[in-house]
């Protein structure tokens, strides 16, 4: 068995196979059919309790005495189809995936036989997740962990991907009412089959559109992230494939003191592998495609203190993860520090298109500040995080970046 890592694929030796997800509490399980350009091709490809079959898909219940799975036989499934993806989310409403653990495992449908198993690490604030695709490459088919977390619920995916989703109206009675579109992803009301719809009704007045679905991006300037918050580097629909800067900056908290600290950056591979590191000591990484401004040792002086220059496009195809990190090689603790922040522009024009402000402080040494993750559709996401770590130098960050991405 291969326990896999955000980004890890296998190939499948069988041609029908299972994935299952499993957690502490119920989850609805659903599964979408994708064409090359990332959409459904109509809601019949939204495969769920309430729509379990489709060409080559299957949902599968657990009956609630185990995981809910979706059932894949690649032989069956339409040449027009590179990908299906499936999701999870709690089935309790508003609930996220803070403190609850969910694992996908990759089955032979035929024998049960284990193939893979993925965990996704360092959830939080997610109510809905993509958490592994099964798709097709040069004509063999492959399982990859995903991991997309969205804060927005299954409708937010559902919607990403091009299905139509219905909301209940606030003032609707309890059951659900039936819509000539996909159902929004809530379960029914218990009946003697607690997976039979309930009974049609008069149809309600027309829903208006999922507010938050889908994520953020660009498209309407700049974005002020608060910690845990994400936000997609695609502009006008296109990924934002060009070179960007990450200034970060802090000044003393009181008395004027002089406070050295040494902003980085690590980089890492799809299996969370440290590729290198980029720092006062070693100004250029990944053959120039990451560059740093070089030391600044008194924080003071309005704007940014060092700046971290990346070219997206040129980064090495095995470089999937940034995180950005500000250490203080003197001791000083963060206690210390005030305006913290980290901005990314657009290096091209000088643009700023994200900033995250530190508000917050613990009597630590190092804070990992954003992280840059390369999504399975090749787009980056940039994420705040704001987590303090016991440690004076970049080294001491490359495990615990590690474990948050």
Request: glycine share 10%.
């Amino acid at each position: 068995m291969t326990a896999m890592t955000p980004g890890s694929n296998i190939p499948l030796t069988v041609t029908r196979v299972v994935v299952d997800v499993a957690a502490p509490v119920r989850l609805d399980v659903s599964g979408l059919l994708l064409t090359a350009d990332g959409k459904v091709r109509s809601d019949d490809d939204f495969i769920f309790y309430n729509q379990p079959q489709g060409p080559g898909v299957t949902y599968r219940s657990g009956g609630g005495t185990a995981p809910d799975a979706i059932v894949v036989d690649t032989a069956a499934v339409p040449a027009g189809i590179e990908k299906i993806v499936v999701t999870a989310s709690p089935d309790a409403a508003g609930q996220t995936f803070q403190g609850i653990e969910p694992t996908a495992t990759v089955r032979g449908a035929d024998d049960g036989a284990v193939l893979a198993s993925f965990t996704p690490p360092r959830l939080g604030t997610e109510t809905a997740l993509v958490i592994v695709e099964i798709y097709r490459r040069n004509g063999v088919w492959k399982a990859r962990a995903v991991g997309q977390g969205y804060a927005d619920g299954l409708a937010g995916i559902a919607t990403d991907f091009g299905v139509s989703v219905d909301e209940e109206p606030a003032a609707a009675p309890a059951p659900v009412q039936p819509a000539p579109v996909a159902p929004a992803p809530v379960r029914p009301a218990p009946v003697a089959d607690p997976r039979v719809p309930a009974a049609p009704a008069a149809p309600p007045a027309p829903p208006a559109p999922a507010p938050g679905a889908g994520k953020i991006n660009l498209d309407k300037g700049r974005v002020s992230l608060q910690k845990n918050q994400t936000v997609s580097l695609v502009k006008g629909g296109r990924p934002l494939l060009s070179q960007v800067k990450m200034g970060l900056g802090w000044e003393p908290a009181f008395r004027g003191k002089d406070i050295d600290l040494d902003a980085s950056v690590i980089a890492y591979g799809p299996n969370r592998n440290h590729l290198d590191s980029c720092y006062f000591g070693k100004l250029s990484i990944l053959n120039g495609s990451v560059k740093h401004s070089g030391d600044n040792l008194t924080g003071e002086g309005a704007g940014d203190d060092e700046v971290i220059v990346v070219d997206l496009g040129r980064l090495p195809a095995d470089a999937t993860g940034l995180v950005f990190t500000v250490n203080s090689f003197s001791g000083q603790k963060f206690t210390e520090v005030a305006k913290a922040y980290c901005r990314l522009l657009d290096a091209t024009t000088g643009e700023e298109l994200v900033r995250f402000d530190l508000t917050g402080a613990e009597p630590q040494t190092g804070v990992m500040m954003a992280k840059l993750i390369k999504q399975f559709t090749g787009e980056w996401e940039m994420t705040a995080m704001g987590d303090f770590v016991k440690s004076r130098t970049v080294r001491g960050m490359v495990k615990p970046a590690a474990q948050a991405l």
